[in-house]
Structures are given as C-alpha cells and as structure tokens.
C-alpha cells in the first residue's frame, strides 16, 4: 500500500518537469519491487491455506479470507497504477516519435554565391538532426524496453489473479 502510494505519486510526475530518467528508473524498480513482493505473498497464501486441519480451522479459514480480501484489493490497486504506467510510457514513445526529426537527405548541391556558406550551415544542421534522432530512438528503444517490462510484470499479476481465484474456488468446494 505504500509502495502504491509512492508509484502514484512517481505517476503524476511523468510528463511533467519533473520526469527524469532517474524518476522512471525509481518507477521501474518500484514496480519490479512490488511485482516481486506479490508473487511471494501469493505463494505465503497458498502455504498458509495448505497447512494440516486443526481444532482452530474456521479461524484460519477467516484469517485466509481476509487475507486473500485484502491482497486481493492491493493487487487491484497495483495492476490499475501498472496500466496507468504504461499507458504513460507509450504516450512518451508516440510524442518522441512524433517530434523526431529525420533529415530529409543531402543538401541541394547548385552552385551560387554563398553555396558554400549554406550548404555548410545545412550540413551542420542535419549532424544535429542526426544527434537528435539518435538520442530520441535511444529513448525510444528504453522505452519500449520499459513498456515491455511492464506487460510481462502486468501478466505477472494476472496469473496471481487466476491463482486466487482458484483458492477461493477451492475453498468454497472444502466448505
């Protein structure tokens, strides 16, 4: 919950001024932090309901209950702000894309007074161009890196989704 808490205020930051790689670095390691942490609580879950009946099986049954009730709404929580992640993400990569500038080729090379001057300053331009397009597809290729992360940690949460379903299916099949 408070990691949440702390991925949506990273959330509301990206777009902003105060988007930086940094900040989608601490994003992404939050995630995969939180990621992780689910799939262990899922797999605690799974032993707490495994264990030997007892005389105090209806108080465990509860305790599981609330248990699976609450990863359950964290989980919900967690995969709305993964969603909201990358949707954000993709936003970015179609805003680099969009204002990319690809140079349009060699400069016209006709001789007139001043050619040298313009086609020079052309040149110098297009090396621009050229840096910027590299800068902009290595955002792009991290990006896309990110997004990628993102879904398959996205899949992740929804076979923890099947898992307690499956608990809870069984469950109702012990009562």
């Known amino acids: 919950s408070q990691t949440a808490a702390e991925i949506q205020r990273i959330l509301h930051q990206l777009g902003t001024p105060q ?11 939050k995630q995969q932090y939180t990621n ?5 609580t899922d797999k605690y879950i799974k032993e707490f309901g495994s264990l030997p009946a007892t005389s105090e099986q209806r108080q465990r049954k509860i305790q599981k209950d609330r ?3 609450e990863f359950t709404t964290a989980l919900t929580n967690f995969q709305r702000l993964q969603r909201q992640a990358a949707e954000k993400e993709k936003d970015f990569v179609a805003r680099v894309r ?6 349009g080729g060699a400069p016209e090379d006709t001789y ?17 161009d050229e840096e910027i397009t590299e ?4 955002l792009i290729e991290e990006r896309e890196s990110s997004i990628r992360q993102l879904e398959a940690d996205i899949m992740d949460i ?5 898992d307690l379903g499956m608990m ?4 109702g099949d012990v009562i």
């Open 36 to 40: 992780q942490l689910a799939k262990e």
């Open 158 to 162: 929804n076979e923890i989704f099947k």
């Open 19 to 29: 988007d930086t790689p940094e900040l989608r670095q601490q994003l992404q390691q």
């Open 112 to 128: 007139k007074e001043g050619t040298l001057v313009s086609w020079d300053s052309q040149l110098q331009a297009q090396v621009q």
């Open 67 to 69: 248990l699976v009730g």
């Open 98 to 103: 969009a204002s990319s500038r690809v140079s």
């Open 168 to 171: 809870i299916h069984e469950q």
């Open 135 to 138: 800068d902009d597809l290595r």
